[in-house]
């Protein structure tokens, strides 16, 4: 079965979603200035669930997340889950005809361990994220 890593939420503002999350900012386990998609990530631990929220904030109109935030102010914007193998995912995906390949990078998130590599596909419409922990 696959294992969500963290839900990826998008918002306008960091307090509005907080407050609908009733979150308190000083749950926030680390904040990431994430220049390569122009948004500041927020990364709380959900230890009741035994995973994570990223509350992702755009920075400017050039953010990926930009759009979103405009339009729904906050929501749910992607699930991420646990993956052993980015290479093979990006393998097995690229060859389904309802997956559409988003990007991949490598940011530095101490919370979840440091360097990690991401995968990103639309699937069915859905943004799915692939986590490999180094």
């Not at 307090?15 to 990431?32: G, M, P, T």
């Not at 009741?48 to 992702?56: A, D, F, S, T, Y």
């Not at 102010?73 to 393998?91: P, T």
């Not at 919370?111 to 986590?131: D, H, P, R, W, Y």
């Amino acid at each position: 079965m696959i294992e969500i890593h963290h839900l990826g939420i998008v918002s306008r503002d960091l307090d509005s979603a907080l407050r609908y999350f009733q979150i308190d900012k000083s749950q926030i386990d680390e904040i990431v200035d994430d220049d390569i998609q122009n948004n500041i990530m927020h990364i709380i631990h959900l230890p009741k669930h035994n995973m994570w929220l990223e509350i992702l904030v755009p920075k400017n109109e050039k953010s990926t997340t930009f759009n979103f935030a405009k339009k729904f102010n906050v929501g749910l914007h992607h699930l991420a889950y646990l993956c052993d193998d980015i290479a093979s995912k990006k393998e097995e995906l690229s060859n389904d005809k309802e997956a559409v390949f988003l990007g991949s990078y490598k940011p530095t998130i101490m919370a979840f361990g440091g360097e990690i590599t991401t995968l990103f596909f639309s699937i069915k419409g859905m943004i799915s994220e692939f986590v490999e922990k180094k």
